[in-house]
């Protein structure tokens, strides 16, 4: 499919997705947002695809959130419209890990796409925050919950509340990115981490993000249960036969994600 405002490319068992509008600071709109989805479930149908990566094309923004002008238009009941969280639950709880090359600017529903996906990788001088509280709103794309999630209450208050941003180095020292590098090492990084999970069991990878994002926020006994859930449909896989017998044998496992 040709795609408006994003773009896309597959690099062995990496897909990377590319938002395409730079000299809008790569703006989402509804309709990248839709573009977004139609390339993840092609993504999801490669069975050559095991990780995904999202950046923004241009040096200067990753993601500057929802169009301004759009958003002016909104009502009370436009905002009950799944929109932009619905796609950020889709990337959440997507089959495959995704990774956030943050190249720039991510602020408000640009900061919500990265903190839906599973690694943040940013260069230094990113910047990153959650300033909806100057226009008058709050953020409403998962930014309340999942910034609550990933720093604690007490920072992602302050955070939402003050409008403040980080630079991706300050990003790197609260946790809220796992890594902030130079520029020009960005995608290298990113792809790097990509192969490292590239190489372990897709059905694992499944399962386990499966089990930290439904575990996070309820009750241990529940949590505890389903980790043993899941681990005991990995008991059951070729996976795990594969990887064991890999590991007594000394070579590298060829896992099928079976």
């Keep these: 499919m040709c795609y408006q405002y994003i773009l896309t490319a597959k690099e062995d068992d990496i897909g990377i997705l590319t938002i395409n509008q730079p000299s809008k600071r790569n703006m989402l709109n509804l309709d990248a947002l839709k573009e977004m989805e139609h390339a993840l479930e092609a993504f999801k149908e490669d069975r050559e695809v095991k990780v995904v990566i999202i950046t923004g094309a241009g040096d200067k923004s990753f993601a500057s959130g929802a169009d301004i002008g759009e958003l002016n238009k909104r009502t009370m009941l436009d905002a009950l419209q799944p929109n932009m969280t619905a796609t950020y639950q889709k990337i959440e709880n997507y089959d495959k890990p995704i990774i956030a090359a943050i190249n720039g600017i991510a602020v408000g529903g640009g900061l919500e796409l990265a903190l839906s996906c599973d690694v943040r990788i940013a260069v230094k001088e990113a910047i990153l925050g959650l300033p909806e509280l100057n226009l008058g709103i709050i953020p409403g794309a998962g930014g309340t919950q999942r910034l609550t999630r990933i720093l604690g209450k007490g920072k992602a208050m302050e955070l939402i509340l003050t409008g403040d941003l980080l630079t991706g180095e300050e990003a790197e020292r609260f946790g809220l ?17 990509a192969a490292r999970i590239a190489s372990k069991s897709p059905l694992a990878l499944k399962i386990a993000k499966m089990v930290v994002n439904k575990g996070a926020d309820i009750e241990m006994d529940t949590a505890l249960m389903i980790e ?3 681990q005991a449909l990995l008991m059951g896989s070729d996976d795990k036969n594969e990887g064991t017998r890999a590991f007594l044998e000394k070579r590298t496992a060829m896992f099928q994600g079976k």
């Design 177 to 193: 990115v796992a890594k902030a590098v130079e520029r020009e090492e960005l995608m290298a990084i990113a792809k790097s981490f």
């Design 228 to 230: 043993k859930l899941g």
